[in-house]
């Protein structure tokens, strides 16, 4: 029998299964946590995320083909006696469809990085070295082109040794899945701490990073031709004495590298009380002007500086979504929410989406996964229970969500009302003749609507557990809504 009927058969048994809690991935404790969804040679797409231990340093990876309801050992128990100190990850696809993380071990090998390419078929890996002298590694972060563009890998390095007099940043490329280095493409005498890479549609590539020595500078550049010298827009942001931390950088998809809109993310100190809060900025014309700073997460009375903000890569819906941990009295809990290229300030209402308490820090902050393919707010977490016993995957499976999502777009070409409660619920714009289907985070249709309505029932009539239902209208989505009971 093909392998396509057993993946078939798996996927019909899963959905098949009653709503969902979180789903164990890996058993033990986690240093650092790793996640992506990476489109393979096979037009599949793969969620992988991976544990890794310091002490000793194991590390294992794991995929799933249904949305993170199964997950498989892609690699397991590999055992080294090197402690890693910081670890990079980022994913590609098509040619460069693979699970990439960048990784030091400056004990057994100083100056040096690590960069291993994990497929579903094999993997590689090699070691790189930076700058005339043997750069030392403090800091790294690397990406990939987006499918359609040259699939190349790009790494920049930051030395942050006090006192050094030679450049201290640098950009480098591989054109062959990270086996061969170019020289150094760029060089700085910038130093620069937190670094993130981002790649465009085309051959747009975003850097972010922390400078000053309060660092309260963000540094937010933008090369042109895929980190050539000579092509670079420079910005600065300077938050008078405010301590910020780990910006993430990320372009909505639907749009020319010229006319993308960009999203940049980061932690920062309010007032240098301890107060952390998650602000943002945006651009819409491929990062060369951007707008003035914004508040993404900013509760007074919680702490929220653990975070992952992620594109989807395919497609054209230009959306990026957020995971930040949240943490109070309440404990730590994550939220996940989305803005749209259209409207890059409209954030929709944070839903919760962890079960258990989670982990804090930036080895272990919630990973995004998503799940493409599906419509609207597909998108899950990896992420560490707070004791230490698991790392676990969590999505917008039915009986989870606490909020109800932020109003839809008056342009939308359907617009549901209410978005939250126990129905009827009106999709204006779906005439007598459309057909309306109503299916759960599993893709499963569970009911029917008629002549623009929707009962908010299941097909037999009986009521549906609380949680989030995908609307499509003649197979287009056309939204989301919440069951309460």
């Not at 699970?99 to 078929?121: H, Q």
């Not at 700073?293 to 653990?306: C, I, K, W, Y």
């Amino acid at each position: 029998m093909s392998r396509n009927f057993f993946k078939t058969l798996i996927l019909i048994l899963c959905i098949s299964l009653p709503a969902q809690a979180d789903v164990l991935i890996h058993s033990g404790p986690a240093d650092f946590i790793l996640g992506g969804d990476v489109k393979t040679d096979e037009q599949d797409t793969v969620v992988v995320a991976g544990a890794i231990t310091a002490r000793p340093n194991e590390e294992y990876l794991y995929y799933s083909s249904n949305n993170g309801i199964i997950w498989e050992e892609l690699l397991y128990g590999m055992t080294s006696d090197t402690m890693l100190t910081r670890i990079f990850p980022f994913i590609g696809d098509g040619d460069s469809a693979a699970f990439y993380w960048l990784f030091d071990c400056e004990e057994d090998f100083p100056n040096t990085l690590g960069l291993n390419m994990e497929r579903l078929y094999g993997s590689s890996g090699t070691f790189i070295n930076f700058g005339p002298d043997e750069l030392p590694c403090h800091d790294f972060a690397g990406c990939t082109d987006h499918s359609g563009a040259q699939h190349y890998i790009y790494i920049a390095v930051s030395d942050t040794t006090p006192g050094s007099t030679r450049p201290r940043l640098f950009f480098q490329r591989s054109t062959d899945y990270g086996q061969d280095w170019f020289p150094p493409i760029d060089s700085f005498y910038q130093p620069a701490r937190n670094l993130y890479l981002a790649g465009g549609t085309g051959r747009y590539v975003y850097f972010a990073g922390v400078a000053g020595p309060n660092r309260d500078t963000l540094l937010v550049w933008i090369n042109r031709n895929r980190l050539e010298p000579g092509n670079w827009t420079f910005h600065r942001f300077t938050f008078d004495g405010d301590r910020i931390e780990n910006p993430a950088i990320a372009p909505g998809f639907n749009a020319a590298d010229s006319l993308a809109t960009v999203w940049c993310a980061f932690a920062r100190n309010r007032n240098n009380s301890g107060n952390w809060d998650i602000d943002y900025i945006y651009s819409t014309n491929g990062g060369h002007s951007w707008s003035g700073v914004r508040t993404l997460a900013g509760n007074p009375e919680a702490e929220e500086r653990f975070f992952d903000l992620q594109p989807r890569r395919y497609g054209t819906a230009g959306e990026v979504t957020v995971a930040y941990l949240k943490s109070s009295s309440a404990g730590n809990q994550i939220f996940i929410s989305r803005a749209f290229a259209a409207e890059p300030e409209n954030w929709s209402t944070p839903l919760r989406i962890n079960e258990y308490e989670a982990a804090a820090g930036w080895g272990v902050r919630p990973k995004v996964c998503y799940l493409p393919g599906q419509p609207d707010m597909m998108a899950g977490v990896v992420y560490v229970k707070e004791d230490s016993s698991g790392c676990y995957w969590s999505s917008l499976y039915p009986g989870i969500t606490e909020f109800p999502p932020a109003p839809a777009s008056r342009t939308a070409k359907y617009r549901i009302v209410p978005r939250c409660g126990t129905g009827p619920f009106r999709i204006s714009g779906a005439g007598e003749l459309d057909q309306i289907r109503v299916t759960d985070a599993s893709g499963r249709v569970v009911a029917n609507g008629r002549n623009g309505f929707w009962d908010g029932k299941r097909i037999d009539g009986s009521p549906l557990p609380a949680g989030v239902y995908l609307v499509q209208v003649n197979g287009e989505p056309a939204g989301t809504v919440i069951i309460t009971r």
